[in-house]
């Protein structure tokens, strides 16, 4: 059994990765990028309940989130690093026009969102099965399948 808080984060990170690809669908590709970002945040911090028994950090920086995991020996896939480094700039670029140098639903692509959605599914994935090897009974389907 893991923390419920745990739990609740890693859900949270199947909403949002759904969220983004139903922005995806609907060519919002910056909001896309925006929720895919969120959606790598929270299953990260999810396992910060389970691996490192605390809070998540108040951060949404992902590199420092993926980096204190992986310090504190959680075995991440050290080939998401550089991806998880690269989707840390929509938290800022994906919405405002002032950190995207113009409009932001011109400044993030169609591949900027699609690389994006392949990192935070990849992230959540990554999480869900850890969290799993910990005793988690695993996301409800019609979460993960955004039904």
Known sequence: MIRREAAYWIREAWHDLCTAQLLYSARRFNAAAF???QAVEKALKSLFFVFLRAEPPRSHVLVELYRELKRAGVELDPALEEAVAELNKFYTVSR????????PFEAVTRRDAERAL????AVADLAEGLLAR???EGT?????SCG
Not at 140 to 144: S, Y
């Open 134 to 136: 910990a005793g988690y």
């Open 35 to 37: 929720y895919s970002h």
């Open 118 to 121: 392949e990192t935070a599914r």
């Open 96 to 103: 405002y026009p002032d950190a995207a140098a113009g409009q």
């Open 140 to 144: 409800p389907g019609d979460i993960k």
